[in-house]
């Protein structure tokens, strides 16, 4: 059907155009007309593909959110098989962070999302889910790992995993140069140590 | 003087409509003509007190600082004096987060700010320097805490004020209802159970 995929080739052309306005420009400056200039598009023809900007906006999070779930099976190949938890939890957290472009621009679109989400309900009810789906592969990971000894028994796992997802609380400390990529590993890798102190299946 | 006053008191009036613009219709919406409808100021008048969006902005997120720090400084009477430091240190953290009206209205306008800084040279500086000297206080608190036998004397002072700062992260958690107050609060206590588990001094 390569009508469909040209389709979806399209679409996708204009989620990352829509990126590049986020992270060069900012969220003030998203608009559908703005959006169609970064991709080379009229604005009429960019409604052919999304019919609001809400859609548009949608898609491309969650194309944006594709694509980091491909970085983190990708890197995850190079863990061993199956990897060990403390290094699987250190790559899903550190993709979450704005330590490399590709990570960054989804983190960039992440947050202008969420803002976007206070005062949309259809944006928050989409985002929401997207972060309830992440929470709960961090909440399997954790039992998981308690389960087969790499985690100490007496560790609450809904309470920790709710510490490991506030960790992305470093973002705007590196957007904004208060703490360096350096700093940032050592307080994750110090974490996940204290959490994986009692480690009885390493 | 009362001119001084007046100016202080309208440009105050008018960070306040800027501050209901950011948390109830959102960053897209946060231009000069917008605020100056909510604030009740023709656009040129709104003009005579803020020459730029920029300086509207920064004296916004500034004013939003101070109150901030007078609820945490009103706060503190009610801790002892001086305060236990795991008090104190749980009293900065939770107003960073939007658990209540007041710091849930700071928070928007900080996160609205982070977006804002990472096109604009001058907020960059601006919002770097306020989260440095709030990391600093933080800091200040964790080697005391360790010199007064509160916190172990193994842990790194550096890597703990990282990690309590990194708890901000739980802002777009409670923002989408991914978690609720009572959840991030069990894990606030958590972690700092765990940073004062050696208290000598308690």
């Known amino acids: 059907m390569p009508k469909q995929v040209d389709h979806r080739e399209r679409r996708e052309a204009i989620a990352r155009a829509l990126w590049r306005v986020v992270e060069q420009r900012g969220i003030s400056h998203l608009t559908v007309r703005e959006v169609a200039r970064e991709a080379g598009f009229s604005h009429g023809h ?8 809400e859609e548009m906006l949608s898609f491309a999070m969650d194309f944006a959110s594709e694509q980091s779930a491909l970085r983190v099976a990708r890197a995850r190949e190079g863990l061993g098989d199956p990897p060990h938890p403390r290094a699987m939890l250190r790559l899903m957290l550190t993709e979450l962070l704005p330590l490399h ?18 005062h949309d309900e259809t944006i928050h009810a989409r985002a929401r889910e997207g972060l309830l789906q992440g929470r ?67």
């Open 46 to 53: 960019l409604q052919h593909y999304f019919a609001s900007r």
């Open 101 to 118: 472009p590709d990570s960054r621009a989804t983190s960039r679109m992440g947050a202008a999302y969420v803002l976007e989400a206070l």
């Open 136 to 202: 709960d592969q961090v909440e399997r990971l954790v039992r998981e790992a308690i389960a087969d000894g790499h985690i100490a028994p007496d560790r609450d796992p809904v309470v920790e995993t709710n510490l490991l997802l506030a960790l992305s609380g470093f973002t705007p400390l590196l957007e904004l140069g208060v703490l360096a990529a350096d700093d940032v590993l050592a307080a994750v890798d110090h974490h996940l140590d204290g959490l994986f102190a009692h480690d009885a299946g390493a």
